[in-house]
């Protein structure tokens, strides 16, 4: 069988009407000597209206980010190249731990441009040194200089030895700790008030009892009898998550047409939300990740895997992280079944790399709908279709269109620049690098 690769590189800027596009070339690091560490969130920032087009971002270490708990630490970063990386940490600069090498990705078998380190296993209170390695294509090794974090005791509630579960509800603003994985049959974590919830490099695993969910056209009593690997109600806005792992369990429930239930983290209502440094995998059918239902939250510096196959219904995308009103930046999806990242009103998206293995029609790395107000800008996107399963190829005959970016219906102001697009595809004419639609 022959498979056809397409990449492209482009910058497109578009609002009502304004087509432009220009074509751009990748260029290699050119640095090759130790460079600082700069530990800060990464926003490059634009202005609100979207006026300014945010610089690209240069330089050996990029982006890099660190969270660090009790006995626990994330460290990020990204790099100009696909490249194997590793972390040196260790209570003075002679290190003496290293974290383990990242896999590949499975579109091309290259590594990721995406860093990802979470340290266990660490000391309470104490000061620690890191330094980030990786090794590029051209096989030289790339060494930063040293850095610090530092971890604090805390004076957190702990879970599970101060609640009951399960679920364990936490119903009380402050801020809360995990010291444990867990393994539950339904629900997880349940959040009920505004919180801060540092899950301290823990796993939870959700859904590992078989569930029948309610059959009823109304949702909340649908989704209020399924479950979810950490819950958030309307009344817990402004509530933040940090750093660990949320893993669907042998359960396996699936979602409803829409995508909702079973999620590994679900926000039912919440705004203003923060969710940093967490792991999720799920592969219940026809499920979204980070299910929003009238939620908001800002996504940054996660790493998610859909090991999902089904999709039902279309046209009702099935997406691993939504933009609604928020920036979702700088996340690794190491594998999509229909779309990555879901745009909404106002929310940038852009520094996030991901890989679609696609179970069906429209799918894309990013898709907005409606929508208004919104960057697209310097994401990784590769998705090789021949990957979907014949089961879900049937009514295509073996056609399933879909590719890098998507406008759809109506989409007013949105900005696309300088995203790197990589399709492997049986048949290219079904394949877009960037698609405007119905009005998009």
């Known amino acids: 069988m022959k498979y056809v690769v397409a990449l492209f590189v482009v910058v497109i800027v578009f609002s009502v009407g304004a087509l432009q596009a220009q074509t751009t070339a990748t260029t290699p690091a050119q640095q090759r000597k130790p460079v600082p560490v700069a530990a800060s969130p990464a926003t490059n920032p634009s202005s609100s209206d979207g006026s300014v087009i945010a610089p690209p971002t240069t330089g050996d270490f990029q982006d890099v980010w660190t969270h660090a708990s009790e006995t626990s630490a994330v ?23 290293k974290s383990e090498e990242k896999g590949k990705n499975h579109v091309n078998d290259q590594p990721y441009y995406t860093h990802f380190h979470r340290l266990i296993g660490l000391q309470p209170d104490k000061t620690y040194h890191f330094r980030m390695i990786y090794t590029g294509p051209d096989g030289k090794e790339i060494v930063s200089k ?13 879970i599970p030895g101060d609640l009951k ?20 049959g339904g629900t997880g974590i349940r959040i ?11 796993t939870i695993t959700y859904n590992e009892d078989s569930i029948t969910p309610a059959k009823t056209g109304k949702f909340d009593e649908y989704l209020d009898s399924t479950c979810f690997g950490i819950e958030v109600t309307r009344t817990a806005s402004g509530s933040k998550i940090f750093n660990g792992r949320v893993v669907q369990g042998k359960g396996n429930g699936p979602s409803q047409v829409h995508g909702l239930g079973f999620n590994p983290i679900a926000i039912r209502g919440a705004k203003d939300m923060e969710i940093a440094g967490v792991e999720a995998t799920y592969q219940g059918d026809s499920m979204k990740g980070f299910m929003l239902r009238g939620g908001a939250a800002h996504v940054h510096n996660c790493v998610l895997e859909d090991k999902g196959n089904i999709v039902m219904n279309r046209h009702m995308i099935k997406m691993v992280l939504e933009a609604a009103g928020t920036d979702v930046h700088n996340n690794l999806i190491k594998r999509y079944r ?33 929508g208004s107000d919104i960057q697209i800008r310097d994401n990784y996107v590769f998705s090789r279709t021949n990957d979907a399963p014949e089961i879900n190829r049937e009514e295509y005959k073996g056609e399933i269109a879909g590719g890098g970016i998507y406008t759809v219906s109506g989409c007013k102001n949105i900005k696309i620049y300088r995203n790197k697009i990589h399709l492997v595809a049986e048949n290219m004419d079904q394949m877009s690098g960037v698609r405007v639609t119905w009005g998009g």
């Open 146 to 158: 040293d850095g610090t974090f530092a971890t604090k005791k805390s004076a957190a509630i702990r």
């Open 165 to 184: 579960g399960t679920p364990y509800v936490l119903d009380k603003p402050g801020d809360y700790i995990l010291t444990e994985d867990l393994k539950v």
């Open 75 to 97: 460290i990020y970063w990204m790099t100009p190249v696909p490249a194997g990386s590793t972390v040196q940490y260790g209570l003075d600069d002679k290190y003496g731990m």
């Open 192 to 202: 009920t008030k505004k919180i801060n919830l540092d899950l301290d490099g823990h």
């Open 338 to 370: 229909q779309a990555g990242v879901y745009g909404g009103n106002g929310g940038n998206i852009y520094r996030n790399e991901m890989y679609g293995a696609p179970a069906g029609n429209n799918h894309c790395g990013v898709m907005v709908y409606k």
